[in-house]
C-alpha cells in the first residue's frame, strides 16, 4: 500500500489502543514527526482494562505514553494524548473524533479499516513504512509477557518501570485466566 | 419445524441484517405477501457497518432494499422499511421493535431463536419452506466478495450495482483485514 | 433567515418529532417536493413516548405520517420514514442521521440548532417559508388536547383517527398527571 | 379514580423511588398484603443518588427498605427488594421489568403513567386509597431535611437512623448547592 | 491460591452467572456462612438471557436462588439476591457494585479476575476451597441440557422444576441453533 | 468552608466544565500550583456541545485550555488537559475518573457535590479562595455574549481569538434559539 504525502501537515491523529506502548509506536512517531507539526494521541478502547487484550487502564496508558515521551526526548508540547472510550459504531467514529479532539489535517495507521473510515470521511492518510521490526507488536509483548518470556526490551524503559509498579503482569496473568464469570 | 398458518394477517414482520439483501430474501418476500397485506422490514444491527461480517450501514441496506423490491416489480406501499440498532437485550427484544414499528400481527423467521421470541411474546409465526437454494446465504455471499469468485447473480441487480457505487468490495477486504485497533 | 436555494436536490432530510403529525407538516412537505425528488421523514426522539412533549410510540407516528401522506394523495414512493432514537451528541447528530438513513443532500428546517448543524457539515439547507398558521405547531396541538379544546382541525383525519384509536388523548392527560416515580 | 380488585394475587409489584422510604410505603404495604401473598419492592432509578431529588444510592436504599421492614414487622420471606437502573424508554419499561424482576401478577401505584403503562401491557392495577397523609411524600421530607425541619417523625426509626449514619442530611445539603459542574 | 481469612464479616459479596444455581453454588453458601453475618448474591450479566451462555433472565434466575435457598433450609434473612446489569468497564465494577449493593466487607470468589478486582480495591477475599466436584459447573450443566443427558440432580429440586415450568431446555436447544440474525 | 492544606501533592485533579475557559479558572490554576506539582485539567461534559449551556465541543476547548496556558507562560509539561464523558452516575464519578486519569491525590473544587464525591472516596480536597471576581463565571460570560454585551476581557486572548475563529458567537445564539426539535 503506498500512499503519496503531499504536505505538511498540522496536526496528525494517531490512533491506538497502546496496551502497551512501545518502540514501534516510538518509530512511528518519530517519523510523523517529519511531516507534522503536532501530533494527537488518541487511547482508543479508554473504557477497557484488566482484560487478556487491554490489561491497562486508559490512566495508566496516559502515563506510559507521556513519560515515555519526555524519556525519548519528544518536546511534549508537541503532543496531545487522549482516551478515547469505543462507540462501537465505525461509520461515525471520525466525526466522533473530531468531537472529542483538536482539530487534525491527517491520519496515521497502518490499519487498513482507519485508513477506510479516515479516506471515506477524505482526510489525508499517512501509512508509516514497516520498517518497525515484527516483534514490535502489543499482542506479541503481552504474550510474551504470559508466557514469562523477557519483553522488557520492547518498550521504553519508563513504560517497564510503570507496568512493574503496577503489578501489570500479575495483572495481565489473573485477567487471562479468568474465564467469565460463572 | 412446522408451523400451522392460521389466518390472513395485517402486517407481517420480517427482521434481518440485509448484508446484503438477496433472492433468498426476494423470494421469502414473495411467499410471505401470501399471508399477509403488509411487510415491515427490519433493518437488524444497524448501528453496525465496516465489519466483516456487516459491511454495509443501514442507510445503505435501507436504499438497496428500496431499489431492489422497485425492480422486482413488488408495489412499494405494502412496505414498511425500517433500520433498528441492536439493544442486546433479548428478552425485551420483541417489545423494543413493538415500540419502533407499527403494529404486527405475525413474525416472519427461520431463525430458532426469534421464533422463540415471537412465541413467548405470543405473535404467530411464519416460517417460510426451505426453497431457497443453500447459496442464498449473506454469509457465503460475503464470503465470495472476499475471495473473488461471482457474488453478483445471487443478489438483485439494482442491490449489485449500489454495492459496487460504494465500492462495497472493497470496504469489505479493508474490514476482514483489519485487527482490532493495535 | 434567508436562504437561497440553488438547484433541485435527490433526497431532502426532513427531521422532526411529528408529537403529532400536522398540517404544518404537510405545508412543508408539499413545498419540498417543489425543490426536491425523494423526502427522508426522520422521526426524532425514536425512544420516546408517554411523555406530555411525546405522547406517541416511534411505531405510531410511523403509520400516522404513512397514512396521513396516503390520504393527502402523496406518492408513497417518494418518501422515506425513519424513526432515529436520540444520541444526546450533539456534534455527531448529522454523522449519525448519515448512517442511519440514505444519502441525502440538503436539509429542510426552520429550527436555528438543526440548520446549523447542518451547515457545519457543509448541507444545504431550505428553511420553509412561515406560510404555516402559528397554531400548527406539536406544543400548541398536545396543549389544546389536555384542555379539552377541539384539535382535531389542526391534523389530517388520518391522524386523529389513529390517536383516538389508540386512546391517545387519555394517554396524553395520564402523562401530564405523571411526577417522576416517588 | 376507582379500580375493581378481583382476586387475590401470587407477586404484586411496588415500583418507587424509595427517597427515602416513608410512613406513607409502610401503609401501602401493608393494604397491598390484603391482596397479594408476595409483594417485589422495585427501587427506581437506581443508577441515581448525591442528587437533590435522589440523595441515597440503591444499595442504601435497599439497607433502609429491609431494616424498616424488619422493624415493622414484616415477614421478609414475603418480599423481594431490587434496584432497577432507569431506561429512559417508557414503551418498554414493563418488559424490562418483566426480565429483571420474579413474576408478578397486579401492579400497586397512584401515579397515572405507571398504572397506564401496566394496564396497557394488561396488568391488574392496585391503587391504595389515599389514607396516607400529604406529609408523606419523599419530596416534602426531603425538603424539610433541607430547611432543617424535623422530618425523622416521617420515616420508619431504622431509616432515621441509617440516613444519620451516612451523613445524609448533609449529603442532601450538598447535592441541593451543586449547581452543574461549571 | 491460599487466602488468610482474618475474621468475621458482615456481610459477604458473592458475584455469579448462576445459570443456573447448582449445589457447587450451595455448598459455596455453606461454606460462606462460616465466615459471615449475612450473604449478598449478586446476578451478573442480569441484562442476559436467551443465550446459550446465559439462557435464564435475571427474574427467573432470582425465583431459582431464593426458591433453592428456602428448600435447603437456609435462613432468607441472610440474604440479599440482587441481579446486577453488566457494565463492560472492568476497573469500575466493584465501584458500581458498591452503589447497588448493600456495603459489604468480603468478596466470595474463585475467579482470578474477579479476586484481582476486589483486592485492588482493598476487600478482604475469601476464596472456597474446591470441595465443589468438577461437574458443578454451570457451563458443564447447561452442555448436559443441550446433549440430552441427565442434568437433574446437579440442581436443586426446585430449580429444576422451575427450568421445566418456563421450557428452559428447549428455550437454551432454540438458543443454541441461533446463528446471528442472518 | 475551609479546608486545611496539608501537604505539597503529586497531581492535583481540577475537574471543571470550560465552557469557556476564563480568567477565573487561570487564578485557581496558578494558585494550585502552590500545593501541586502537575495538574489534571478534567474537560467534563465532553459530549456536549452546540447546547446554550454547553457551546463548545471537548476537542475545542482543549485546544483552547492548551493555547491559553501557553500564552500565559505555563510550563505545559505539568499540565493533563483529558476530555471526559458523562456518565450521569454519581456514586461512581470518581472512580471513572480513576480509571481514565493519570493517578491523582487530590481534587480541586469549589462545587459541594464535587467536594463531598472526592471525600466520600477519602481523597484530599482543595478549595480555592474566592478571589475570582464574580464576573469569572461560565455561565455569565455566555449570557454577555449571548446578549452581545463584551466578554472578551474575561477570557484569555488566545480563547477569544478562537471562539471567534470557529463562529462561538454565533453558535451559541442558534443553539439558545432552538427548542427542542419539534
Known amino acids: 500500500m503506498f500512499e503519496e504525502i503531499k504536505e505538511r501537515y498540522n496536526r496528525i491523529l494517531f490512533p491506538g489502543r497502546f496496551q502497551p506502548l512501545h518502540y514501534g509506536h516510538i518509530e512511528v512517531i518519530k517519523w510523523m514527526l517529519n511531516f507534522g507539526d503536532e501530533i494527537i494521541i488518541a487511547i482508543g478502547s479508554a473504557q477497557k482494562s484488566h482484560m487478556v487484550d487491554n490489561p491497562f487502564t486508559a490512566g495508566e496508558r496516559m502515563v506510559m505514553i507521556r ?29 466522533y473524533l473530531e468531537s472529542l479532539l483538536p482539530p487534525f489535517d491527517a491520519v496515521c495507521s497502518r490499519n487498513p479499516l482507519v485508513i477506510r473510515l479516515a479516506k471515506e470521511e477524505r482526510y489525508d ?10 516483534e514490535y507488536s502489543g499482542k506479541k509483548i503481552r504474550k510474551k509477557m504470559l508466557s514469562g518470556e523477557k519483553w522488557e526490551s ?8 510503570i507496568i512493574k509498579q503496577i503489578s501489570g503482569i500479575q495483572r495481565l496473568i489473573d485477567s487471562s485466566l479468568s474465564d467469565e464469570l460463572e
Open 67 to 95: 513519560e515515555a515521551l519526555k524519556e525519548e526526548g519528544f518536546d511534549l508540547s508537541k503532543f496531545y494524548i487522549v482516551p478515547v472510550p469505543d462507540i462501537e459504531y465505525n461509520s461515525i467514529w471520525i466525526s
Open 125 to 134: 492518510v499517512l501509512v508509516p513504512p514497516f520498517f518497525l521490526r515484527s
Open 154 to 161: 520492547y518498550v521504553p524503559p519508563s513504560v517497564a518501570r
